[in-house]
Antibody, heavy 122, light 110 residues
Framework: QVQLVQSGAEVKKPGASVKVSCKVS????????MHWVRQAPGKGLEWMGG????????IYAQKFQGRVTMTEDTSTDTAYMELSSLRSEDTAVYYC???????????????WGQGTLVTVSS | QSVLTQPPSVSEAPRQRVTISCSGS????????VNWYQQLPGKAPKLLIY???LLPSGVSDRFSGSKSGTSASLAISGLQSEDEADYYC???????????FGTGTKVTVL
């Protein structure tokens, strides 16, 4: 059973960066494909990007290209998502989630972290 | 603006059946697997249906999924108060080269 535990809530000023962590237990990070999804207050789910095992690379949603970086520390089984140049519209709950498959065509997210609220406010 | 369209809300009495539609295109639903997620208030999403119509272990068989062409549906039978939640369809989109979620549907049990 995979467990994902995320870091605590953050408050950031516009223009700053935030780095959210996601600690894996029950499996090692190398056995998983980690993705990140966010949800603005009262809004729907939005995929930000994640690891594509078909290419062996991290892919990002076009909307976040150049502003988001997803990394992994396999020594601690912890994944990170860093979002820069924050603006008020980035206020959201950020989730890490794992994809059990390999092909993008059948991508799904079976385990989720508890979520991290990031508030961007001056 | 999501590329997968769902009705904003559906409601039905307990023990009845509801269906939620998800309309997409050939670049997403028409060519890739559809998943459904349930999000209870204040909680993280939970995978409800994968590969169009498969149930993950532990998910009640009151939930079922189907797909035809560029549309998909989620059905909930024997509706219970605990089913009150937001439901999202999702699929990979080949044109966007990204994973897309539906607009979400709020289910209310009357």
């Amino acid at each position: 059973q995979v467990q994902l535990v995320q870091s605590g809530a953050e408050v950031k000023k516009p223009g700053a960066s935030v780095k959210v962590s996601c600690k894996v237990s029950g499996y090692t990070l190398t056995e998983l494909s980690m993705h990140w999804v966010r949800q603005a207050p009262g809004k729907g789910l939005e995929w930000m990007g994640g690891f594509d095992p078909e290419d062996g690379e991290t892919i990002y949603a076009q909307k976040f290209q150049g502003r988001v970086t997803m990394t992994e520390d396999t020594s601690t089984d912890t994944a990170y998502m860093e979002l820069s140049s924050l603006r008020s519209e980035d206020t959201a709950v950020y989730y890490c989630a794992t994809d059990p498959g390999i092909a993008a065509a059948v991508r799904s997210f079976d385990y989720w972290g508890q979520g991290t609220l990031v508030t961007v406010s001056s | 603006q999501s590329v997968l369209t769902q009705p904003p809300s559906v409601s039905e009495a307990p023990r009845q059946r509801v269906t939620i539609s998800c309309s997409g295109s050939s670049s997403n639903i028409g060519n890739n697997a559809v998943n459904w997620y349930q999000q209870l208030p204040g909680k993280a999403p939970k995978l409800l249906i994968y590969y169009d119509d498969l149930l993950p272990s532990g998910v009640s068989d009151r939930f079922s999924g189907s797909k035809s062409g560029t549309s998909a549906s989620l059905a909930i039978s024997g509706l219970q108060s605990e089913d009150e939640a937001d439901y999202y369809c999702a699929a990979w989109d080949d044109s966007l080269n990204g994973y897309v979620f539906g607009t979400g549907t709020k289910v209310t049990v009357l």
